[in-house]
C-alpha cells in the first residue's frame, strides 16, 4: 500500500509565508505508517509554498492508494476551506480515498467533515494510534471500515468521538524526517542560516488544561497529559545527532516535564552517552523554581518560554491562565539568574479585552528581561463559543508573517480589526526598539554571518509591525 502523508497549503495560492516550524506530528504518522509496512511519501505544501492546484498536482503525480491529509499540526494551522479545495482536487484526479487527520479542535474537523463532500473521513486525536485500524479500513476498500477507526468522524454522524489516543509513547518510532528537509525550516529569522533546531517532543497534552484560550494544537486538549521517559527523549536525541548531526533541539510540548526526577534521569542519560545536546523548551511560569532552572542548564537548556500571555490580572482570570502577573515576573527572573535566556509569548484580542488593558501587557513585557517576545492576535478556535458575542469573527484568513493560524476575533472594546492590529505593532515596536534591547542585541554581534543575521531578523520584523 502506498500512502501520501500531507500538511495543506496555507492558502489558495501560493502564499509568501516561511513556515517556522516543521510537522512533528506528520512526521511522526509518517513514521508509525512505515513502521506497519506502508509506503510512504510526505509533502509540505506550506514549505514548498504550493497552491492547491499544484499541491494536488504534486500528490497526483506519486499515485497512492490513500492520501492523509494534515491540516494543523504542533504550532501551525491551515485554513478549512483549503483543505477540502484541496480534498475536491485530488478527488477530481482521481485519488480513491481522501482523510484528514487533525490534532485537536473537534470544530475544526465537524467543519470539514460537513463541508468537504470528498473527505472520506476525519480523525481526532493522536494520528499515531490510528494506523492499525486505519490500514485494516484501507484494506477493506474503506467505506463503512472507516467508522471504526478510532476518533474517527464522518458526514451525517452527530457527536465528538472519543479522540484516538497513543497510550505509550515511548513506543512510538522516531518521526521521519528523512522525508522532509528539516534545514529549510527557520524557528526565529535572526537564526537563518545557523543549523536546523531538531523538532522533539518529551511529553503530550498539559497538566493545567483548563485556559479558556488554549489553542488545541499538540494535542493538548484532546487528551490527558502524557510524558515519555526521560531515556527515550535522551535516545531520540542521540539518534538524531548520529543521522542529521545536529546538536540543537526545540521542544514543542506544551508544558515541558520539569520535575526533578525526571530531569535527574534525563541528565543521567545523556551524562551516560556523553552527549551535551543545546536544547529550548516552553514552560509554565508556576512550574518552574531556581533548583529546576538550574537542573535544566545542566542537561543542556539555553532558554524558556513562557506563555504569559496578558499584563492585566483581570484578564488572565478571565482566561483562566492559573497564574498570575508576579508568577510570571518571577519565572523570567529566576530563569534570568539561572543563566537561560527567559522568552514570552502575549496575546491580543481576548474577550473582554480593551486597548487600555492591551497596554497593561506592553509595559510587562518591556519591563521583564526578556531575549525575545512574540504578540500574538486571538483566533477562533481560542474563543469559547459562549462569548463570540462579545466582539467580532473577521472571516479572512491572517496571513500575516508571524500570526497566520485563524480568523481574527476582534474585541467590542476594540471596534476595527486595523484598531487589534495596531496594538500589536504597537507592542513589537515598543519591545524591540528599546535602546537597551538593541544595544544588548548589537553586543553578541561576533561575525559579519551574526551581522546578516540580525540585519534579515528585522527586516522580519518590520514586516510584523507592519501587519505583513
Avoid at 494520528?127 to 476518533?151: C, D, F, K, N, S
Avoid at 559579519?448 to 505583513?468: K, P
Amino acid at each position: 500500500m502506498k500512502v501520501c502523508v500531507a500538511a495543506t497549503p496555507v492558502s489558495m495560492e501560493p502564499a509568501r509565508i516561511f513556515p517556522r516550524h516543521p510537522p512533528l506530528l506528520l512526521a511522526s504518522f509518517a513514521a508509525s505508517l512505515r513502521a506497519g509496512g506502508v509506503s510512504v511519501n510526505a509533502l509540505d505544501a506550506f514549505l514548498e509554498q504550493l497552491s492547491v492546484e499544484s499541491a494536488a498536482d504534486r500528490i497526483a503525480r506519486q499515485a497512492p492508494d490513500a492520501v492523509v491529509l494534515m491540516p494543523n499540526d504542533v504550532a501551525r494551522e491551515t485554513p478549512p476551506g483549503v483543505t477540502v479545495a484541496l480534498a475536491a482536487r485530488l478527488k477530481d484526479l482521481g485519488i480513491p480515498c481522501v482523510l484528514v487527520a487533525g490534532v485537536g479542535d473537534a470544530r475544526f474537523l465537524r467543519c470539514l467533515v460537513e463541508e468537504g463532500a470528498a473527505i472520506d473521513a476525519a480523525f481526532l486525536g493522536d494520528p499515531e494510534a490510528l494506523v492499525t485500524a486505519l490500514l485494516g479500513a484501507l484494506e477493506q476498500g474503506a467505506g463503512e471500515a472507516l467508522r471504526r477507526v478510532p476518533g474517527a468522524m464522518v458526514r451525517g454522524v452527530a457527536g465528538v468521538p472519543a479522540p484516538a489516543r497513543a497510550s505509550d509513547l515511548d513506543a512510538l518510532p522516531i518521526a521521519a524526517w528523512d522525508l522532509l528537509d528539516l534545514s529549510r525550516y527557520v524557528v526565529l529569522p535572526h537564526r537563518r542560516g545557523e543549523p536546523a533546531s531538531y523538532p522533539i517532543l518529551a511529553s503530550r497534552g498539559c497538566w493545567w488544561n483548563r485556559c479558556a484560550f488554549c489553542q488545541d494544537l499538540a494535542c493538548v486538549k484532546s487528551s490527558d497529559y502524557r510524558v515519555r521517559s526521560p531515556e527515550s527523549v535522551a535516545a531520540e536525541m542521540q539518534e538524531a545527532a548520529r543521522r542529521l548531526g545536529t546538536t540543537h533541539f526545540l521542544f514543542h510540548d506544551a508544558v515541558f516535564p520539569a520535575g526533578s526526577e525526571w530531569l535527574e534521569r534525563f541528565r543521567s542519560a545523556l551524562a551516560r552517552s556523553r552527549f551535551a545536546p543545546r536544547w529550548f523548551c516552553m514552560c509554565r511560569a508556576d512550574a518552574v523554581s531556581r533548583q529546576v532552572l538550574l537542573s535544566m542548564k545542566s542537561c543542556g537548556a539555553t532558554g524558556v518560554a513562557y506563555g504569559l500571555e496578558s499584563g492585566s490580572p483581570e484578564i488572565l482570570v478571565r482566561m483562566n491562565k492559573g497564574h498570575d502577573v508576579e508568577t510570571g515576573r518571577r519565572a523570567v527572573a529566576l530563569t534570568r539568574e539561572a543563566g537561560l535566556d527567559p522568552a514570552a509569548t502575549f496575546v491580543f484580542g481576548f474577550p473582554g479585552e480593551t486597548p487600555a488593558l492591551a497596554r497593561e501587557t506592553v509595559e510587562l513585557a518591556c519591563s521583564l528581561p526578556l531575549a525575545f517576545a512574540q504578540f500574538l492576535l486571538v483566533k477562533w478556535h481560542q474563543v469559547p463559543e459562549a462569548w463570540l458575542g462579545d466582539g467580532t469573527l473577521v472571516e479572512d484568513w491572517d496571513l500575516s508573517q508571524f500570526d497566520y493560524r485563524g480568523m481574527v476575533f476582534v474585541p467590542s472594546a476594540y471596534g476595527t480589526l486595523g484598531r487589534l492590529r495596531f496594538a500589536r505593532s504597537y507592542a513589537y515596536a515598543r519591545f524591540y526598539a528599546r535602546p537597551r534591547y538593541v544595544l544588548g542585541m548589537a553586543a553578541k554581534v561576533r561575525s559579519l554571518h551574526d551581522a546578516r543575521r540580525y540585519v534579515d531578523g528585522a527586516r522580519t520584523l518590520v514586516s510584523a509591525i507592519l501587519n505583513r
